[in-house]
């Protein structure tokens, strides 16, 4: 089955985390062997060849650069310029992708249906992934002209902020509003008709969000707070929300969004009992706020700054998405409910946002 996976963070393990992501998921392991400066150094689940072995040939690929000011002690660029560029540089990979052949950018309705064609009729093993192109995190839209400048390179989705306090608004683990450049910047997406991503917003920031935007809106990686309670994960009020605003939420695979009582560095998907008939239950639980299945994909996050030791035990490589429908087939879920879960929901979303444009 086809897999739409809306939310990958390559250009950043390519660019940061120095993974030549060509190679398989072995390959890249053993090249990070007696590495410790990461977390996840050997232990990655994702490359573009184990995408191709689990059939997900299309995602949504990020560009991701904080700006962080000297009050904020999170990690990142010390001007909004460092992380525009950074985010140029991620770009720039994802054009040598496409040089290669590995990946190509969807950008547009016509880009999207050739693309869904290549991947039902093409046997060949090596057919490019299809990306769109998303922003996670807008501090280095230090201009609003920047916004339409990204726009012309193919950007279509942006997160206003990710974790702690940005430039438009408050992320994960901060509280605030989104302010006036906040409200700016969602009345330019919305005149380009580019996608909000609400993913990481505070809870502040969400609903004045809601207020403001009138533009497409979907959330590429969150679970649920009814299951694991942290202000990483929406209330089912929120959920409900995007419900009525037509959204499509993209469960994510790092353990500590799924299960709760997670202790970074210490728990383990073996002593927690993290599987993916885990992520089953935060699947489910949407689904009955929806009543059917027309609200929630896969947005798994596999690489985002983790890897085995954070993710459900029975994932290897992200190739292992592939067992999933069957994990949905046992909870009673039908074919047509499992196939709107693993591509139909996303892809229908995008050709229903581009159908104008």
Known sequence: MLIFDAHLDLAMNAL?????????????????????????????????????????????????????????PLPGWNSPQQAWAQTQGQLAWYRAMEQLGEMTQISNLTELNHHLELWDSNSDPKKPIGFIL????????????????????????????????????????????????????????????????????????????????????????????????????????????????????????????????????????????????TIIDHIDHICQLSGNSLHVGIGTDLDGGFGKEQCPGDVDTIADLQNIPQLLANRGYSQEDIENIMNKNFIGFLQETWKDS
Request: charged share 20%.
């Open 16 to 72: 940061e985390w120095n993974r030549n992501l060509v190679l398989p998921v072995d390959d890249i392991r053993n090249t990070e062997v007696g590495m410790n400066d990461k977390p996840d150094r050997g232990k990655n689940t994702v490359s573009l060849d184990a995408m191709r072995k689990g059939n997900i040939g299309i995602c949504v690929a990020t560009q991701i650069a904080r700006y962080v000011k000297n009050t904020n």
């Open 134 to 277: 998303s922003l996670e995190g807008a501090d280095s839209l230090f201009t609003l002209g920047h916004l339409e400048m990204a726009y012309e390179q193919g950007l279509r989705a942006v997160g206003p902020a990710h974790y702690g306090p940005g430039t438009y608004a408050f992320g994960t683990n901060s509280t605030g509003s989104i302010g006036e450049r906040g409200r700016e910047l969602l009345l330019e997406m919305a005149r380009l008709n580019i996608i909000l991503d609400v993913t990481h917003l505070c809870d502040q920031s969400f609903w004045e969000t809601m207020k403001v935007y009138n533009g497409p809106v979907w959330a590429s990686h969150n679970n649920c707070r009814a299951l694991v309670n942290h202000n990483r994960q929406f209330s089912d009020e929120q959920i409900k929300e995007l419900i009525s605003r037509k959204a499509v939420i993209g469960v994510a695979l790092d353990a500590w969004m799924m299960v709760p009582n997670w202790e970074r560095g210490q728990s383990s998907p073996e002593s927690m009992g993290v599987t993916l008939h």
